[in-house]
C-alpha cells in the first residue's frame, strides 16, 4: 500500500487550464506542492480533473476493467491467449494483470483523497457551494474506485450472511508519503460497501445535475446526481438491498436528477458521435492521445480489425443457452463478423468500431442498466409477479425485440421466472460492457459453457465462492506489508 500512495502522490499535480478543460486533457506535472496546488480556483479544478484522470488509466475503467469481467464470464473468449489463464481463472500471485487493476484503482483513491484535502485545506479559493461539489465531485472517484477494487478482490457481498468475510484496505484519508499508517489492514466487504454508500450519499447531496447543457461532455463523463443515484442503485443490487436498488432507479427513472431515455436504436449509445446521447449517464471518454493504447483500449480488444483479441462465444450466440436472445432480436445485428484473415472465422461485438483513432468512450453507466436495476429489485421486493418490473423490463426489450411478443403478467408462472428474464435481458444488453461474471457471482451462480481460447474446448465450471473467482492480492504489496495483507485463499 506505502507504494500505491507514493506513486499516487507524483501523479496528482495541477496545471494551469480553464474551467472548461476536458477530463481527458488533464496531464499533471509532478511534485506540486499543496499550497500552490490550491490556490487558485483554475488550479483546484484542475485538480478534480485530476482525480478524473486516474480512473482513466489504461489498466482500469478506460477499458481493461470491463474487459476482465467480461474474460471472466462466459460470453467472449481470449481467442489471442493475449490473456493468458486469466479466463482460466488460474491467475498466480504476482501476476500483472491484478497489480495493474490494484496500483490503478489505489492511485485514484489517493488522488481524490488528496484533492478532498487539499480544496478542505484552503476555504475561500473558491465558494462554498463549488468547494462542496469538487468535494462530491472527489467521493465519487474514492466510491467507484473502491467499488470495482472490492469487487475484484473480494468474494461477493452475499458469500456470508452479513458482508462479514475479508474485503480490501478501506482508504479515506490523505496520507503523505512514506506515511507507516498508510499500510492499512483489508477491511470487511460489509464495512467497504457502507464507506462507498456513504459516499455516494454525500455526493449525491452535493453534485449538480449537469455542467452546463445535459448532454454536455462535462455531463456525460464528470459525476452529476444522476450518476452518483445510479452507481448507488449498481451498489445496493450488488448488496442484496433490494429495496434501496429499487429506491435510487426509481429516482432516476422518474427524472429527479435529469432527463434520460433509451435511443430508438439499441447501437444508439456506441461508436463516434454517439457518446452523449440521453441514454448515456456517466462514461469515460478517449482519444488518441489517452491512456488506452494498441494493447489495451476497448476497440483494440473487442473489434476484429484492432488486435480481436475477444471473440463471442456460441455460447451467447446459441438460444439454446441463451434462451431470451431471440434469433430476430435487432441486437444481433451488432454482431459482426472478423474482417482479416485471422479473425474471419469468429464473431465480434461493433459496439467499440473506432480502431483507428481508439476514441471509444468507455460505457460505465448506461440508461438501460437504471431500467433493469430497477426491474429485478422490484421484481425482487414483490411478493407476486410484479407488472412494474415488466413494464421497465419492457422499455429495454421493445426497442430490440421483432416476432416474440410483449412480456405481460401472463408470461410468467413465478416471481423467479420474471426474475430469470431479467437477469438474461441484462446479458444480452449489457453484453461485452463489463457486467456479465459479476451479475453470474452477485446471484451465487455458477460459469458455465465457457470456451477457452480455441473458442470450442469447454472449460471447467466456476462455482460461486471459488477462491479464484477473484483476483490474488498482488504479492508485493503483500510482501511490503509485513504481514498487514492477508492473501485471498488459493494464491
Known sequence: MKRVIIISFLTVGIIFSSCQKEVTEIVPPDRISS???????????????????????????SGRALVYVDLLGNDIYDRSNFFGDLPRFNLLSNAGIPGGIWNAGYASIATANR????????????????AKEFIAECLFVRAISHF??????????GFTAD???????????NFTSNDPA???????VAQVYTSIISDLNAALADLPATYGASSSYASK???TKAAAASLLARVYLYKGDYANAKSMSLNVINGQYGSFTLNSSPNGAFGPGNYQ?????????????????????????????GRGDLAISSNFINIATNTYFALDDRRRSMIISGTTPTTASSLFTNKYPDVATRSDWSPVIRYAEVLLTYAEASAQVASVVDADAIAKLNLVRDRARVSAPQYTVASFTSKSDLINAILGERRIELAFEGHRFWDIMRIKGTVTNKFDGDGVTVLPAQAFGANKSVFPIPQGEVDKSNGVLIQNSGY
Open 163 to 173: 458482508g462479514s468475510h475479508i474485503g480490501i484496505p478501506l482508504i479515506t484519508e
Open 221 to 223: 463523463t464528470r459525476a
Open 35 to 61: 499550497s500552490l496546488a490550491f490556490s487558485t480556483a483554475t488550479k483546484m479544478e484542475a485538480s478534480i480533473m485530476g482525480a478524473y484522470n486516474s480512473l482513466q488509466s489504461a489498466d482500469f475503467l
Open 277 to 305: 446521447t440521453a441514454e448515456t449517464i456517466w462514461s469515460i471518454p478517449n482519444n488518441a492521445t489517452d491512456n488506452p493504447n494498441t494493447n489495451n483500449a476497448l476497440p483494440q480488444h473487442y473489434y476484429p480489425s
Open 115 to 130: 484533492a478532498i484535502a487539499g480544496v478542505t485545506a484552503n476555504p475561500g479559493v473558491v465558494s462554498a457551494a463549488k
Open 148 to 157: 470495482y477494487l472490492v469487487n475484484f478482490f473480494a468474494q461477493p457481498y
Open 182 to 188: 498508510a499500510n492499512k489492514p483489508r477491511s470487511t
